[in-house]
């Protein structure tokens, strides 16, 4: 399959990937709450004459999320609780995307992120959704923060599967990511920022690291003492970077029982040698030195030997749980060959490579084109397998 030139799929900055690729992921989250089409156009138009420019991208995305929380205080003042409930994940998800960019993380991102995850909490307290509840997971010596969606109409006991985010993503991103569908489909799920991610990495100091299975098997003995969820049915599924997260998780602890890679992940040193060795001009989805950032190291040079056993040759041959793995055609990040060689290699007999094409949509990386192409596939699959 030939690869489209970039900038003939949606790209609302033509001329900056990485700005049009978070552009997607607030466009994309539209569906499950996640943005207003005019206010995130409004914002984006704003930024078009400074495009590249990280600090008016934070600028903005900031002030808009701020007064979406001024307009859910206002609503919640005012009794309308359902109306403040939308502003508030909307302010989530804004003040999120324009903290992205900000590294390293200096006192105004943090804050900006505190008050997104604040946002949150208020958008589950007054939701009329599936129940989100504020969970912490028991891990090492401290915890890893989490939250389970409770699945509706599945029972006392229904499945559950456990959502790990990406090298970027975080477990807010990962409920407008798929969390209702699952369970509208009468399937929990535990959003979990794992060693690395969302705020673990800022408050916790858990940088990313190479044994996911860790922090999977940590998840599933928090279920286990859970009285509503059958821990006897849980899966996992992950996103972009969690495709290795996901598929390493399964391979290796098997108590999983189905495993979704939301995006292929074969060697994850290779594919940032090759980054680093392009200057960082390719299709990334955050400024080059993150990767330094969430392994906890300084130099780019460290975080490639940090990276050095991030593959999953000779692990996923171990899978035997059912495996399903999401790939773009048209993948700018993670070439789809990549998802050819990991399903090869995958030990379980019950496997399948979903590719969405450009004609279909989706084909971009993780669908960020077409998110519900997506969510809906792999939430019909693990609902059928758990």
Not at 72 to 81: D, I, M, N, W
Not at 224 to 251: F, H, M, T
Not at 307 to 326: A, T
Not at 345 to 368: I, P, W, Y
Request: glycine share 10%; net charge negative; with cysteine.
């Amino acid at each position: 399959m030939s690869r489209p030139k970039f900038g003939d799929w949606f790209a609302y900055f033509p001329q900056d990937y990485r700005w049009s690729a978070a552009m997607s992921l607030v466009l994309g989250a539209a569906p499950y709450g996640g943005s207003d089409l005019g206010e995130a156009d409004q914002a984006g138009r704003s930024l078009r004459d400074r495009v590249g420019d990280d600090e008016a991208w934070f600028e903005t995305w900031r002030e808009l999320g701020n007064r979406l929380v001024e307009r859910a205080v206002t609503a919640e003042r005012c009794g309308r609780r359902l109306t403040a409930s939308a502003a508030y994940v909307r302010a989530c998800a804004y003040l999120q995307i324009g903290e992205r960019f900000r590294t390293p993380k200096d006192e105004v991102a943090l804050a900006c992120y505190r008050d997104s995850v604040a946002a949150f909490h208020r958008f589950a307290e007054l939701s009329d959704g599936p129940q989100v509840e504020a969970v912490e997971v028991p891990f090492g010596s401290g915890s890893l923060p989490a939250y389970l969606v409770h699945a509706e109409g599945g029972g006392d006991r229904p499945p559950c599967v456990v959502y790990f985010d990406g090298l970027d993503i975080t477990k807010e991103m990962c409920f407008l990511r798929g969390a209702a569908e699952l369970a509208r489909r009468g399937v929990s799920s535990l959003l979990v920022d794992g060693p690395g991610n969302g705020e673990s990495i800022r408050f916790r100091g858990l940088p990313l690291r190479l044994d996911y299975e860790v922090a999977g098997g940590a998840a599933l003995d928090f279920l286990e003492a859970r009285p509503d969820v059958d821990a006897s049915r849980v899966g996992v599924l992950a996103i972009s970077l969690g495709g290795y997260y996901a598929a390493r998780c399964a391979s290796l602890e098997q108590r999983f029982k189905a495993c979704v890679a939301w995006g292929a992940i074969w060697d994850y040193q290779a594919t940032w040698a090759e980054r680093v060795a392009a200057n960082f001009s390719g299709s990334l989805s955050v400024p080059g030195h993150h990767i330094s950032w969430v392994l906890g190291v300084d130099t780019v040079e460290e975080a490639l030997e940090k990276l050095r056993d991030f593959r999953l040759e000779g692990v996923v041959e171990r899978m035997r749980c059912p495996f399903l793995l999401l790939h773009g055609e048209h993948d700018e990040q993670v070439p789809l060959a990549v998802a050819h060689r990991l399903l090869a290699a995958c030990g379980s007999t019950d496997k399948t490579l979903r590719v969405f094409t450009s004609a279909e949509g989706g084909a971009q990386h993780c669908q960020s084109d077409q998110l519900t192409m997506a969510t809906t596939e792999f939430s019909d699959w693990l609902a059928e397998r758990l």
